[in-house]
C-alpha cells in the first residue's frame, strides 16, 4: 500500500514552507534516513529524511514551490512493484476537530433605566492608522525583518548600539531576527555571547552605565528569568537609587510567552511580570510596523526597556511604511477597530484573539472596538478610558496567566476611573492558570480563545 | 613594633615618597574616624536600616587608589563607604546620605549601600552579593568598546566570590580581554561564615586560572603591597592582556552589620588582628621611624580628620529630609509618568 510523504515541519511553530529541492526522482528506491529534500522555512534550511523504505512513486509538490502547508502531502511512497496510479493511498492527514458551539446564555439583562455621566472630555475617535503620514509607501513585511530593519537602521544612526546574546551573530540569530547584522556591522557590534544569561545581562547592564547603548536578546524571555536581578535590581532601579546620576539606557528583547508545544518551561508570558516594576519601560508589540517603530524608540529610550516579542508573530506580515525614520511612540495604544458596544483591550498575541473575535461577533451585529496596548509602561490609560466612556463594556485579552495579569489592573483602573460608564463586570480573558501543558490540544486549551473573547463579549454585552 | 609579614609575593616593595605615605596615612584614618562617626549616628538612630562598617580593611582601596589613574572606574558591593571616601567623594554627601537627607549623594533615596558619583567614576554601592562583578565587567567592556584607556577596578567579597554570577563574568571577562581588575577583599567572613566553612577551595584568586585569568593573594593589611600588586595588575589590563584578580586578605574589626551577634569568632581574635596587623599603625610606625613625620605632625593630621568628619556629621544632621516630591523624580530617565491610579 502506498504511504503519502507529508511537507513535515521543522520546528514548532511553522506553518508552511518552500520546497527548495527534491533530492530524488519518480522511480528511485529509497530507505529509511535517505535525504529526500531540502526544506526551507523562514528560520532556516534543512534536509528531510525518508521514514519508510519503498521506491518514489509520484511528486505531488515540484521543487521551488513555496507556501507548502505543513501536512500536506508532496510525494507517494510505493511498495516494492506497486504501481503509482494504482495505488490506494493511505493518509495520514491530521484529522482538525471543529470548534464547539459555545451555549449562548440570555441571562443577566442590564439594568434598564441606567444612566452615563457625560465624559469630562468627550471620547475622541481616533484615526485607525495614526502612525504615518498618509499617501505613505506601505510594504508587507514580516514581524521579522521589521525587527532586524529597526535594529540595523539604529546601528547605523548611533555608533554606541550594539547586540549581544546568545547566537546572535554567526549563527544569524536563533530566531533569524539578526540575521545580516554581522556581515553589517562586524563582530564588535554584534556579540556572540556563551550560555550565560545572568552574566551578559550584568555586562550589559554594566555597559550601559558605563556609556553605551546594549541590545541584550535573550534567546527567549524564559532564559531571562536567570538573569532577573540583573534586569530588575540593577537595570531598573539604578537611576532612582543614584538621585539620578545614572543609569541603564539599553534594551532587553526576544521572544515572549508560548511558543507551539515546548511546554512549560518554555512557554511564559512576562508582561504581567515586567510590568510591575517601576524603572522599566515595557513594549510588546503586534504588527510588523510596531514592532519596528517601538524598538526603534526603545533603542533611543534613556531608560532600560523591556521588549517582548512572540515567536508565532515573527513570520506574520503587515504593512510597514516605507520611511527613512519611522518610530512609535511609548505609552499610545491603537484602534484597530472602531465599535459602540464593546471594548476589547489587548496587546501583543492577544490581538489575534480580540481581532478574529471582533471580525465574528458584527456577524452577530456587535460592533467592537479593538485596543492595542502596544506599550505596557507607560499604559496608554487615557485611550482606555475614552473607549470605555464610549461604549460602556470591556473585554481585556492577554496570554499570561489570569492571577496579576494586566488585565486585572485594567480592570481596577477602570472601576475606579470609570465605575459609572460601566453597564458591566470587566471580563479578563487571559491563560489558564496551569503550567503550559505538551499535548496539542490541552496547550490550545490553556491559552485564552477567540470563543472564549466572544463569550465574554456577548456576557458583557447581555446577548 | 609587632613583627609584620608580607608574603613572599608582594615583599618587594614600591618606591614611595614621604608625601605619599602620609597621604595613605590621612585617607585611611578618614575612612576610619568616618566610620567610627557612622557607627556613633547609627546608634543614635540618625543612621537606619544595613550599616556595613569598612573598619579594618581601609589598606585595600588606599592601596589601589593609589595604582589608579584619572578616569579609571570602580564598583563594588554594600560595604562601600570606603571606596568612596578613597575615590574622592565628599564625606559630607556620603555621610548625608546615610542619614537619608537631602544633601546625600542620591538625595536620600539610596542610603548606604546605594551612592553612585558619576564625577569620580565610582558605578555602586550594589546590595545584592556579586551582582556587581559582572557590572564591573561591563564598565570595562564599555571602556575597550570605546577606546578609552581605562581600567575598572571591581571590588567583591569572599562571600561574593562563591556566586555563580562572578564565573560568568570572568569567563566573559577573559574570553574578550576586557580591562578589569577583580579585587576579592577577603576578609575572611562572609557575614558569619567563616571562608573554612563556605568551601573547600579558600584560595580565590586560584580559581581565576580555570579561565585563564592570572593573579595573587596580597596582604591587605599592607598598603604598600596593595599599591604594588594594584600597579601591576593595572598594568596587565592596560597592555591589553585581559583581566587580572587580586585575592586581597584583610579583615573587617567590626560586625557584619549593626546588628552581628559575633558569635562566629572570638574577641581574641579581632584583638589579635587590631594589635599586630593594623593597617594604619603599619603606616604610623613607617612614618614615625623613617622620620618622615613627628608625633606632632600626625596629632595634626588626626585634627584635621576629626574636623573633617565632624563637620560632615553636622552637614548630615542638617541637612533637611528630602522633599515628598523626590518619591516620584529619578524613575526614569525622560521623566515618564507612570501613575497606577488617577
Same mark, same amino acid.
Request: net charge negative.
Given at each position: 500500500?502506498?504511504?503519502?510523504?507529508?511537507?513535515?515541519?521543522?520546528?514548532? &511553530?511553522?506553518?508552511?514552507?518552500?520546497?527548495?529541492?527534491?533530492?530524488v526522482k519518480e522511480g528511485d528506491t529509497v530507505s529509511s534516513g535517505d535525504i529526500l529534500a531540502e526544506i526551507e522555512t523562514d528560520k532556516a534550511t534543512m534536509e528531510f529524511e525518508a521514514v519508510d523504505e519503498g521506491v518514489m512513486g509520484k511528486i505531488l509538490v515540484e521543487e521551488g514551490?513555496?507556501?507548502?502547508?505543513?501536512?500536506?502531502?508532496? /510525494?507517494?511512497?510505493?511498495?516494492?512493484?506497486?504501481?503509482?496510479?494504482?495505488?490506494?493511498?493511505?493518509?495520514?492527514?491530521?484529522?482538525?476537530? /471543529?470548534?464547539?458551539?459555545?451555549?449562548?446564555?440570555?441571562?443577566? @439583562?442590564?439594568?434598564?433605566?441606567?444612566?452615563?455621566?457625560?465624559?469630562?472630555?468627550?471620547?475622541?475617535?481616533?484615526?485607525?492608522? +495614526?502612525?504615518?503620514?498618509?499617501?505613505? @509607501?506601505?510594504?508587507?513585511?514580516?514581524?521579522?525583518?521589521?525587527?532586524?530593519?529597526?535594529?540595523?537602521?539604529?546601528?547605523?544612526?548611533?555608533? &554606541?548600539v550594539f547586540l549581544m546574546g546568545e547566537e546572535v551573530a554567526e549563527y544569524q540569530g536563533a530566531y533569524k531576527i539578526s540575521q545580516g547584522l554581522l556581515d553589517e556591522f562586524g563582530a564588535k557590534r554584534v556579540i556572540d555571547t556563551p550560555i550565560t544569561e545572568h552574566g551578559f545581562a550584568g555586562i550589559g547592564v554594566g555597559a550601559a552605565f558605563g556609556g553605551l547603548r546594549p541590545?541584550?536578546?535573550?534567546?527567549?524571555?524564559?532564559?531571562?528569568?536567570? #538573569?532577573?536581578?540583573?534586569?530588575?535590581?540593577?537595570? /531598573?532601579?539604578?537611576?532612582?537609587?543614584?538621585?539620578?546620576?545614572?543609569? #541603564? +539606557?539599553?534594551?532587553?528583547?526576544?521572544?515572549?510567552?508560548? /511558543? #507551539?508545544?515546548?511546554?512549560?518551561?518554555?512557554?511564559?508570558?512576562?508582561?504581567?511580570?515586567?510590568?510591575?516594576?517601576?524603572?522599566?519601560?515595557?513594549?510588546?508589540?503586534?504588527?510588523?510596523?510596531?514592532?519596528?517603530?517601538l524598538l526603534k524608540t526603545a533603542i533611543r529610550d534613556p531608560n532600560p526597556?523591556?521588549?517582548?516579542?512572540?515567536?508565532?508573530?515573527?513570520?506574520?506580515?503587515?504593512? %510597514?511604511?516605507?520611511?527613512?525614520?519611522?518610530? %512609535?511612540?511609548?505609552?499610545?495604544?491603537?484602534?484597530?477597530?472602531?465599535?459602540?458596544?464593546?471594548?476589547? %483591550?489587548?496587546?501583543?498575541?492577544?490581538?489575534?484573539y480580540a481581532?478574529?473575535?471582533?471580525?465574528?461577533?458584527?456577524?452577530?451585529?456587535?460592533?467592537?472596538?479593538? %485596543?492595542?496596548?502596544?506599550?505596557?509602561? +507607560?499604559?496608554?490609560?487615557?485611550?482606555?478610558? #475614552?473607549?470605555?466612556?464610549?461604549?460602556?463594556?470591556?473585554?481585556?485579552? @492577554?496570554?499570561?496567566?489570569?492571577?496579576?495579569?494586566?488585565?486585572?489592573h485594567l480592570s481596577a483602573y477602570i472601576m475606579e476611573n470609570a465605575f459609572d460608564y460601566l453597564d458591566a463586570p470587566v471580563i479578563n480573558c487571559t491563560g489558564k492558570d496551569v503550567p503550559m501543558p505538551y499535548a496539542a490540544n490541552l496547550e490550545k486549551h490553556a491559552l485564552v480563545t477567540t470563543d472564549e473573547v466572544i463569550a465574554a463579549v456577548k456576557q458583557v454585552t447581555y446577548r | 613594633m609587632a613583627a609584620r609579614k608580607t608574603t613572599a609575593k608582594t615583599a618587594a616593595k614600591p618606591n614611595v615618597s614621604a608625601e605619599e605615605l602620609l597621604e595613605y596615612y590621612r585617607e585611611m584614618l578618614l575612612i576610619r574616624r568616618f566610620e567610627e562617626k557612622a557607627g556613633q549616628l547609627y546608634g543614635m538612630g540618625l543612621i537606619g536600616g544595613f550599616c556595613h562598617l569598612y573598619i579594618g580593611q581601609e589598606a585595600v582601596v588606599v592601596g589601589l587608589e593609589a595604582a589608579a589613574e584619572e578616569g579609571d572606574k570602580r564598583v563594588t558591593s554594600y560595604r562601600d563607604h570606603g571606596h568612596m571616601l578613597a575615590c574622592g567623594m565628599d564625606p559630607?554627601?556620603?555621610?548625608?546620605?546615610?542619614?537619608?537627607?537631602?544633601?546625600?549623594?542620591?538625595?536620600?533615596?539610596?542610603?548606604?549601600?546605594?551612592?553612585?558619583?558619576k564625577e569620580k567614576h565610582f558605578y555602586g554601592g550594589h546590595g545584592i552579593v556579586g551582582a556587581q562583578v559582572p557590572?564591573?565587567?561591563?564598565?570595562?567592556?564599555?571602556? =575597550?568598546?570605546?577606546?578609552?584607556?581605562?581600567?575598572?577596578?571591581?571590588?567583591?567579597?569572599?562571600?561574593?566570590?562563591?556566586?555563580?554570577? *562572578?564565573?560568568?563574568?570572568?569567563?566573559?571577562?577573559?574570553?574578550?580581554d576586557l580591562p578589569v581588575v577583580f579585587v576579592i577583599e577577603n576578609n575572611q567572613y562572609a557575614m558569619g561564615t567563616s571562608t573554612k566553612r563556605s568551601t573547600k577551595s579558600p584560595s580565590y584568586w586560584e580559581r581565576g586560572a580555570a579561565y585563564g585569568i592570572p593573579g595573587e593573594e596580597v596582604d591587605g593589611m599592607d598598603v604598600l603591597a596593595v599599591k604594588a600588586a594594584g600597579e601591576k595588575a593595572v598594568a596587565h589590563c592596560r597592555a591589553g592582556k585581559g583581566p587580572y584578580i587580586l585575592e586581597i586578605k584583610t579583615y573587617r574589626y567590626r560586625g557584619h552589620s549593626m546588628s552581628d551577634p559575633a558569635k562566629y569568632r572570638t574577641r581574641e581574635e579581632v584583638q589579635k588582628m587590631?594589635?599586630?596587623?593594623?593597617?594604619?599603625?603599619?603606616?604610623?610606625?613607617?612614618?614615625?621611624?623613617?622620620?618622615?613625620?613627628?608625633?606632632?605632625?600626625?596629632?595634626?593630621?588626626?585634627?584635621?580628620?576629626?574636623?573633617?568628619?565632624?563637620?560632615?556629621?553636622?552637614?548630615? =544632621?542638617?541637612?533637611?529630609?528630602?522633599?515628598?516630591?523626590?518619591?516620584?523624580?529619578?524613575?526614569?530617565?525622560?521623566? *515618564?509618568?507612570?501613575?497606577?491610579?488617577?
Open positions: 500500500m502506498a504511504t503519502e510523504i507529508l511537507m513535515p515541519a521543522l520546528s514548532p &511553530t511553522m506553518e508552511e514552507g518552500t520546497l527548495a529541492k527534491w533530492l514551490t513555496e507556501g507548502v502547508k505543513v501536512n500536506s502531502p508532496i /510525494a507517494v511512497l510505493l511498495d516494492e512493484g506497486e504501481d503509482a496510479d494504482s495505488a490506494t493511498v493511505e493518509s495520514s492527514q491530521p484529522q482538525q476537530p /471543529a470548534p464547539a458551539e459555545k451555549a449562548r446564555s440570555s441571562e443577566d @439583562e442590564p439594568a434598564a433605566g441606567m444612566d452615563h455621566p457625560a465624559p469630562a472630555t468627550p471620547a475622541q475617535a481616533r484615526k485607525l492608522e +495614526p502612525d504615518w503620514p498618509e499617501g505613505t @509607501e506601505v510594504k508587507q513585511t514580516t514581524v521579522r525583518e521589521a525587527l532586524r530593519d529597526a535594529m540595523a537602521e539604529e546601528m547605523r544612526r548611533d555608533d &554606541t541590545i541584550v536578546e535573550f534567546m527567549t524571555f524564559n532564559f531571562a528569568m536567570q #538573569a532577573m536581578d540583573q534586569i530588575i535590581n540593577s537595570a /531598573a532601579k539604578t537611576l532612582y537609587m543614584s538621585g539620578g546620576q545614572m543609569g #541603564a +539606557p539599553m534594551v532587553f528583547r526576544g521572544p515572549n510567552g508560548a /511558543a #507551539a508545544r515546548v511546554g512549560a518551561q518554555h512557554s511564559q508570558d512576562y508582561a504581567a511580570w515586567y510590568s510591575s516594576v517601576p524603572g522599566l519601560k515595557v513594549a510588546m508589540p503586534y504588527s510588523a510596523s510596531d514592532a519596528k517603530g526597556v523591556i521588549f517582548l516579542e512572540n515567536e508565532i508573530l515573527y513570520g506574520r506580515s503587515f504593512d %510597514v511604511p516605507v520611511m527613512d525614520d519611522f518610530t %512609535v511612540p511609548f505609552g499610545k495604544a491603537r484602534i484597530w477597530r472602531e465599535g459602540g458596544d464593546v471594548t476589547i %483591550v489587548s496587546f501583543g498575541i492577544g490581538m489575534t481581532l478574529e473575535a471582533a471580525e465574528k461577533l458584527a456577524e452577530d451585529g456587535i460592533e467592537a472596538e479593538v %485596543v492595542d496596548l502596544r506599550t505596557l509602561r +507607560p499604559l496608554d490609560y487615557d485611550t482606555v478610558i #475614552a473607549s470605555v466612556q464610549k461604549t460602556n463594556r470591556c473585554v481585556t485579552v @492577554e496570554e499570561g496567566f489570569p492571577v496579576g495579569a494586566i488585565g486585572n | 559630607k554627601g556620603v555621610m548625608a546620605e546615610l542619614t537619608g537627607r537631602e544633601g546625600g549623594y542620591s538625595k536620600g533615596k539610596g542610603g548606604s549601600m546605594h551612592m553612585f558619583s557590572i564591573g565587567a561591563g564598565l570595562a567592556f564599555a571602556d =575597550k568598546y570605546l577606546g578609552n584607556d581605562r581600567v575598572t577596578f571591581t571590588y567583591f567579597g569572599d562571600g561574593a566570590a562563591n556566586q555563580g554570577q *562572578v564565573y560568568e563574568a570572568y569567563n566573559m571577562a577573559e574570553l574578550w587590631r594589635e599586630e596587623r593594623d593597617a594604619i599603625e603599619h603606616v604610623r610606625e613607617l612614618l614615625l621611624q623613617g622620620k618622615h613625620a613627628t608625633e606632632d605632625d600626625l596629632k595634626a593630621i588626626d585634627k584635621d580628620i576629626k574636623a573633617i568628619v565632624n563637620e560632615a556629621a553636622e552637614f548630615a =544632621k542638617e541637612s533637611p529630609e528630602p522633599a515628598l516630591d523626590e518619591l516620584w523624580t529619578d524613575i526614569y530617565a525622560d521623566e *515618564v509618568p507612570q501613575e497606577a491610579s488617577a
